[in-house]
Nanobody
Framework: QVQLVESGGGLVQIGGSLRLSCAAS?????MGWFRQAPGNEREFVAG????????NYADSVKGRFTISGDNAKNTMYLQMNSLKPEDTATYYC????????????????????WGQGTQVTVSS
């Protein structure tokens, strides 16, 4: 069983930046960030594979968000820049201990471990 601990959410103004962190208690193959706004489905934001370090991003965040990680610490980071009101959501850290593909999965069903979520609010 892998436990995930998220940190770094908060309130930020439009155009501002935030950095999310997620620490895993065990080894995983992939780690990713999903987000869910009220009334919306949970959606993939970004993910990283510890095997080779490949990354994957949702089109809506490409060029603004950067995912990175420290494999030795089982910790993943999401640097979020140029934040927009539509980025407001609860952000969930997810992890998978099962190898699926060389491309970081974007579907939630591939991730069996989930964090509690951290709120990100972007306001004017």
């Amino acid at each position: 069983q892998v436990q995930l601990v998220e940190s770094g959410g908060g309130l930020v103004q439009i155009g501002g930046s935030l950095r999310l962190s997620c620490a895993a208690s065990g080894r995983t193959y992939y780690m990713g960030w999903f987000r869910q706004a009220p009334g919306n489905e949970r959606e993939f934001v970004a993910g990283i594979s510890w095997s080779g370090g490949s990354t994957n991003y949702a089109d809506s965040v490409k060029g603004r968000f950067t995912i990175s990680g420290d494999n030795a610490k089982n910790t993943m980071y999401l640097q979020m820049n140029s934040l927009k009101p539509e980025d407001t959501a609860t952000y969930y850290c997810a992890a998978s201990s099962r190898w699926v593909t060389s491309v970081v999965p974007t579907e939630a069903k591939f991730y069996e471990y989930w964090g509690q979520g951290t709120q990100v609010t972007v306001s004017s």
